[in-house]
């Protein structure tokens, strides 16, 4: 990748949210806050300031509904549907009463009452740790902003709407509202300064398929209008004032991605069989039923996990049985027949509920997490297990736990299942009698036992991103100890191969869904360690798609073999990209 080195060229560097390439001129958009000063009222005048915000807020409702209306034309219900978390704002009565009795209290105008009360709340939200509620506190501010500029009488986001040439935005933020009015033929991408991968604004900019990066820090304080500049989507870079030799590069790079782009959309419909014949089924890890879209869009051949704990973070309420049930039914029914693998809630580690008071741990990796969790709290667990039986009906849905990290947690699970589906039956409400269930394979603890756990359960699945962190004692989330956190460690290849050899001693299939299993370099080594399926992220299944399709299993076998008996973790990587940069050097050309 270009680097910025030359004279008069400079690089910013941030958080790739929507990948592509584009160039042209920048326009650095002004803050769209309006400013506010507080006027002091007569007590004649508040009933008319109260009737002043109220048809402030029936305007903004509307305007909401009409972006919505467009967004919902122009890119799909799940777009729009960003826009709910807005109009609940001006639904919120606490907020609505406290701007009222400000007014009359107070006795201020309208546009200070409401900008100080739902700053508040805002600036409340994105002091919390969690990444979900921060940008909620966003959403917060887009609807405050129009409700302003509704009470001001100002017409908004004007600088968009009238765009005279293409070109690439450059913001503090944007928020969903502005992304919404973008008009794709003049926006060739945008960058902001603040912002993260799940942001709304980011979400949007992939839907719309606009190259953009966030999080690039103060850069909209440097930058000017009218500056040309080169925006890498993929990668993260803004490259301003580049060189000849940095467009260059770059219009190669450009060149190889659309080829390599369209000789992965000529695969869409092919399996993924190696060169010697063998199948191997390639699943896509999930977070919502929403996501079955990207795993048809991409030729998988179903969901290999769906991780439920998203559906339990970023609300405010647990999700009872029913609510978790019709997202289950809704992903099984999107993919029937093909195969949804549900994994029961991963929460703790990283992933906690602001509204369940988790302990503080020392050490939360090893800690009240998982498997462990649902086996306490038994109506969080019965819940979750009956409203996945109940969608077992409705699709081809197996089912997991996670952290499994010895038998005796997997007997009492697999006892609990026995009991609710002992009530469903009593019930009358129809289930899949022949649910497969599994293991996941996360623990150096349960790779060494797995012949025990393989005589319970119908398949494995091996999460390496713990089992490293596991094996390793290395936390995958702390950088100073990144270079310790090595998938190729022979311990690694080692625990893998214990795993899928005593699992098929009693026809139980194994699959790979840890971020190893994405990686094209590393998907050999698996592959060729017996390992059944593999599951990664939608976007990553039609390159290893391609990859298997150029791929000997007898070449894997190689590998394998070479790496079982090695000692360096360095050596097998080697091996691993010696191997796949020669059967497919296109992959990894184009990055
Ligand atoms: C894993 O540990 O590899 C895994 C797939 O689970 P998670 O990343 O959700 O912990
Ligand atoms: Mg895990």
């Given amino acids: 990748m270009p680097e910025s080195q030359q004279k008069g060229e400079k690089s910013y560097r941030g958080i790739p949210v929507s990948a592509g390439v584009c160039r042209g001129k920048i326009l650095v958009l002004g803050r769209p806050r309006p400013s506010v000063t507080e006027r002091q009222l007569l007590p004649s005048d508040l009933a008319e300031e109260v009737n002043r915000l109220e048809k402030a807020l029936v305007q903004t409702r509307q305007q909401i509904l009409e972006v919505q209306r467009k967004v919902s034309e122009g890119m799909g219900a799940q777009e729009a549907g960003i826009f709910d ?17 400000v007014i009359q209290e107070k006795k201020v105008n309208a546009e200070h009452a409401w900008h100080s009360v739902a700053e508040r709340y805002a600036a409340t939200l994105s002091a919390i740790e969690d990444e979900y509620l921060r940008e909620r506190a966003a959403d917060m501010r887009d609807v405050t902003t129009r409700v302003l500029n509704n009470l001001l009488g100002v017409e ?44 709304h604004t980011a ?28 925006l890498d989507g993929l990668n993260g870079v803004l490259v301003v004032n580049p060189t000849d030799q940095t467009l260059f590069e770059y219009g190669q790079l450009i060149l190889r991605q659309a080829n390599l782009q ?142 499994i990290s010895g038998l005796e947690e997997l007997k009492q699970a697999n006892a609990l299942l026995e009991e609710y589906k002992a009530e469903l039956r009593n019930e009358n409400i129809p289930f899949d009698e022949h649910l497969e269930v599994g293991a996941m394979i996360e623990t150096p603890s349960a790779a060494m036992v797995a012949d025990a756990l393989a005589k319970r359960v119908k398949f494995f699945s091996i999460g390496t991103n713990d089992l490293i962190q596991y094996s390793l004692a290395v936390d995958r989330m702390n950088e100073k100890i990144a270079h310790l956190y090595e998938p190729t460690h022979p311990a690694i290849v080692r625990l893998i191969k214990t795993t899928v050899d005593a699992a098929h001693r009693q026809k139980v299939r194994v699959t790979v869904c840890g971020e190893m299993a994405g990686d094209p370099v590393l998907a050999p080594l698996l592959l060729g360690l017996d390992v059944d399926e593999l599951s990664a992220a939608p976007s990553l299944v039609p390159s290893l798609k391609f990859l298997i399709r150029r791929l000997k299993l007898s070449e894997a076998h190689e590998l394998a073999a070479f790496a079982l008996d090695c000692e360096s973790a360095s050596e097998i990587l080697g091996r691993c990209q010696e191997l796949t940069h020669t059967i497919a050097p296109t992959l990894f050309e184009s990055t």
């Fill in 203 to 230: 979400i949007m900019a992939r839907s719309l398929r606009i190259p953009a990066i966030v999080g690039l820090k103060d850069a909209s304080a440097q930058l000017e209008s009218g500056q040309y500049a080169l």
């Fill in 85 to 101: 978390a807005h109009l609940l704002v001006l639904e919120d009565r606490t907020l609505l009463d406290e701007v009222v009795r």
């Fill in 262 to 403: 369209q000789r992965l959309h000529d695969l869409l419909h092919e399996p993924a069989v190696t060169l010697d014949g063998h199948r191997v089924l390639l699943n896509a890890n999930i977070e919502q039923a929403a996501d079955s879209e990207q795993v048809k869009a991409n030729g998988a051949d179903g969901v290999g996990l769906f991780r439920t704990e998203y559906l339990f973070l970023n609300r405010e309420h647990l999700p009872g049985e029913e609510q978790q049930y019709e997202d289950y039914r809704a992903a099984a029914a999107a993919l029937k027949p093909l195969p949804v693998v549900i994994r029961t809630l991963d929460l703790g580690g990283d992933k906690f509920l602001a509204h369940m008071q988790l302990p503080t741990e020392l050490n939360p990796f090893l800690g009240w997490r998982a498997i462990r969790i649902s086996l306490q709290e038994r109506d969080i667990f019965r819940a979750q297990l009956r409203a996945i039986l109940r969608a077992s009906a409705e699709g081809n849905i197996r089912m997991m736990y996670p952290m």
């Fill in 156 to 199: 908004e986001a004007a600088e968009l709407r009238h765009l005279k040439e293409p070109c690439i935005i450059v913001s503090h933020a944007l928020t969903p509202s502005t992304t919404a009015q973008l008009d794709k033929r003049k926006v060739l991408g945008f960058v902001t300064d603040v912002g993260s991968r799940t942001s």
